[in-house]
């Protein structure tokens, strides 16, 4: 019986598929922890050497050095880990600003490549295509030193309505303050969000479930700006005051200052990224199909209907995604702050290493945050995909 | 009888004035944004141009043109970098030949570039007359790999074998040289460097990454878990982390890790960066490829009794890598504009001699622009071409329309 030696002799173990997946996976798991195990005796060996532990205890030590830009108190003689933490502030700083004008810019340009306008949409197209075939380090350079270092000294300022100076030495901002009785006031503007949100949640939930128009979006937008009203008059019209900058000797004292480097890595940023966010957005917009404009104009919506409740929120699902990664590019290149001198995370991280003498913890912290930073907003990313997705058939 | 007949043709071609009115003046707003729009364009226009032709110091660019191309590469060993040109310039010919229009736009982008190259006016001695013979010869070179390309006998595989032994051939033999050879004295990776780093890294990143990327996405789909976890766990650290902290891992942190004698050369590290960053990338586009692989393909491949190892090597690789061709080309673009990020760990890319020029001459401290500009445009040409190039390629490739 020929059928019944084929059917009843046992698998060899060679071809018995769980033993040859067991065996793949324990292979390549020695073949992975072999290599660490390796490179972690190597590293062993000389750190014994140089004598420089792996611990972290370093981070409590004076860090020694200055930091040129920071937005919390530091002196050279706080801790390293002070000193990371200014650098962690600064690159999170850049990155929400560059987010905030790459996203404005990159909205224009977008709407400008849209436009009906072949002179309009052909400006927009060259600056796209300016920044998206040149090196974002190479623009950086020229923004600095072709640009930024090329202002004009302190005693020729350039000034701006504000007032505003501008000088080799940086940004001068007026800037506001509060004044004493200015909590009653900034306790009424978090209080006007607040409301507000809550007033758009509720109103929007409303029509949804009766159906009938609330106004949602109008009443909301009266608390935001009612609260705050409120609040400026009952602090006595003037919680703020203003820092404004002025020339004393060889510079100027007060308002805010920010330096050519930080002024110079903004601006880099933010224009590259606008270049890939105003494709990203357009992209959006053209991927609404044409059909579910027209099927809304012929139920009878006005055209600024249309745009809200038709276009944009299909466009969004769209276009959030490679936004999201465009905002994590973003925050990744602004490391790139190091070649023309703006401390962020990265720049600290390797005056660190250069002065505690430990490369080894000190990468795998800066790492680990820029990992941290980069899977919570996938994660983030992730349950908002899940809720705008369509429900598929 | 010449029935131009009212109404029954075909609508004329709109003209000129139709054209423009409907374009740029179809209403009042529209109308202001094109006077507003060509007055800035306008002004910008005359400020660059006169700033490019009266104002600007070209010096800086014109002293030494060579250093952007190969950096400090000795210039009597620089007919090896002109005889490595000439072999891609010839094989990318035979590519056109072989591969048509796939390659098309690439291969005459290539050739005209190199022509313009070779007759460029500057008024440099560094640029003799048997260099720009030599770039002079690329652009025929191409078609006449293209007319060999295109006989019967020679196949894709020839080609794709000739490529091959010449991507090899190159960094490691005609490029290095040998100790003690008279023909190929030895040229050490320290005085490499300009375009030629660049195109290096860029190349060889793409190229080395490719079959690691691959693995790695196999991995990543794969049924058994503790290959899926190294996978994951590599593609998202890596993607995760800026180039920047890869680059400088393997240029100061590798050598702790290694045994204490081992001395590994500053481009190899530097292409180690390279490398494993552009696999990590190069996984998910391939990932999307694989992905899109509809599932009757592995079931019909399974009734026929294929073993896993044979579907993936014969059914799912090869349609899952034609459909990624046009992302890994697009990400070869962005690698080849990341590659300027050796410049932070000390090797002499077209950033780094830019630098260098700028740094080594006092009288150039004031001419950062120019240098940058330059550079840029430099980027700018082969990124433009290279997506427009990918462009084509995508077309020819037909993805996306089925």
């Known amino acids: 019986m020929v059928t019944d030696k084929y059917f009843h002799k046992k698998t060899p173990i060679w071809r018995d598929e769980r033993v040859l997946k067991a065996a793949a996976q324990i292979i390549s798991s020695l073949v992975v922890f072999g290599i660490l195990y390796w490179a972690i005796g190597n590293f062993l060996e000389i750190t014994q050497q140089r004598g420089m532990p792996l611990s972290y205890g370093f981070l409590d030590e004076a860090a020694g050095f200055p930091i040129k830009e920071s937005f919390i108190p530091y002196e050279s003689t706080m801790s390293f880990g002070r000193a990371v933490l200014v650098g962690l502030i600064n690159t999170l700083v850049v990155s929400v600003l560059g987010i905030l004008f790459a996203t404005l810019l990159g909205f224009l340009i977008g709407l400008m490549r849209l436009s009906s306008n072949w002179l309009i949409s052909r400006i927009a197209l060259a600056y796209i295509e300016f920044h998206r075939n040149i090196p974002l380090l190479v623009l950086l350079f020229l923004w600095y030193f072709g640009v930024f270092t090329r202002l004009p000294d302190v005693k020729e300022s350039i000034t701006l309505p504000g007032p505003t100076y501008i000088n080799q030495r940086g940004f001068y901002l007026t800037w506001p303050h509060l004044s004493e009785r200015g909590a009653l006031f900034a306790t009424s503007v978090a209080a006007g969000i607040i409301l507000a949100i809550i007033t758009w949640v509720v109103l929007r939930r409303i029509r949804e479930d009766k159906g009938r128009e609330t106004y949602f979006g109008r009443i909301s937008l009266t608390v935001l700006i009612l609260v705050p009203l409120i609040g400026w008059f009952a602090s006595g019209g003037e919680p703020l005051w203003f820092d404004v900058p002025v020339l004393q000797g060889f510079n100027f004292q007060g308002g805010l200052r920010l330096t050519t480097e930080f002024a110079a890595l903004l601006i880099g940023l933010a224009m590259y990224t606008a270049a890939f966010i105003a494709e990203v957005f357009r992209a959006g917009i053209l991927a609404v199909q044409k059909g579910q404009i027209e099927a809304a104009s012929a139920v009878g919506l006005r055209y600024s209907q249309v745009l809200m409740l038709i276009i944009i929120p299909q466009a969004m699902r769209v276009i959030i995604p490679p936004m999201i990664s465009q905002y994590l590019n973003l925050t990744k290149n602004s490391s790139l702050a190091l070649a023309i001198g703006y401390q962020e995370l990265f720049a600290i991280g390797k005056v660190t290493i250069n002065q505690a003498g430990r490369a080894v913890p000190v990468f795998i912290l800066i790492m680990a945050i820029y990992l941290a930073i980069s899977l919570l907003t996938s994660i983030i990313l992730n349950i908002y995909n899940k809720r705008v997705q369509f429900i598929e058939r | ?402």
């Open chain 2, 1 to 402: 009888m010449t029935s131009t007949s009212d109404g029954l043709g075909p609508p004329s071609p709109p003209g000129a004035m139709e054209w423009i009115r409907k374009n740029l003046f179809s209403n009042w707003y529209n109308s202001l944004l094109t006077i507003l729009g060509a007055t800035v364009v306008y002004f910008t226009l005359i400020n660059i141009i006169t700033w490019v032709f009266n104002t600007a110091d070209w010096r800086p660019v014109t002293v030494a043109p060579l250093l952007y191309l190969v950096g400090q590469y000795p210039r009597e060993e620089l007919w090896r970098a002109g005889i490595s040109l000439l072999m891609v310039t010839f094989l990318v010919g035979m590519s056109w030949g072989v591969w048509k229009r796939y390659v098309r736009a690439f291969a005459i982008f290539m050739g005209i570039l190199l022509g313009i190259l070779a007759v460029f006016p500057l008024e440099t001695t560094t640029i003799t007359l048997p260099i720009r013979v030599f770039m002079l010869i690329n652009p025929f070179l191409i078609y006449l790999g293209y007319r060999i390309g295109r006989l019967q006998s020679v196949h894709g595989r020839h080609v794709a074998t000739l490529w091959l032994i010449t991507l090899l051939l190159i960094p490691l033999v005609i490029l290095p040289g040998f100790e003690n050879s008279s023909l190929l004295p030895k040229v050490p990776t320290t005085v490499w460097g300009g375009l030629l780093i660049t195109l290096l890294l860029s190349v060889g990143g793409i190229v080395l990454s490719f079959p690691i990327g691959v693995l790695l996405a196999l991995g990543r789909r794969s049924s058994l878990p503790v290959v899926k976890l190294f996978s994951i766990f590599f593609i998202e650290v890596v993607r995760g982390v800026p180039l920047v902290t890869i680059l400088f891992m393997f240029s100061i942190i590798l050598a702790l890790f290694l045994p204490s004698e081992s001395r590994i050369d500053r481009v190899i590290r530097a292409l180690m960066g390279t490398v494993v960053f552009s696999a990590a990338y190069t996984a998910e586009n391939v990932r999307g490829g694989l992905q899109a692989i509809p599932p009757g393909q592995v079931e019909a491949a399974k009734a026929m009794g294929l073993k896993n190892f044979h579907i993936t090597i014969l059914i799912v690789l090869p349609q899952a890598l034609r459909l990624v061709i046009p992302t890994i080309v697009g990400q070869f673009i962005s690698l080849f504009k990341d590659t300027t990020l050796v410049y932070i760990v000390g090797i002499n890319d077209l950033l780094g001699i830019g630098n260098a020029v700028l740094n080594l001459n006092p009288e150039f401290v004031r001419l950062q622009m120019e240098v940058y500009l330059f550079i840029a445009v430099i980027f700018w040409v082969f990124s433009y071409f290279m997506s427009y190039a990918s462009l084509q390629l995508e077309k020819a490739l037909g993805v996306g329309e089925r």
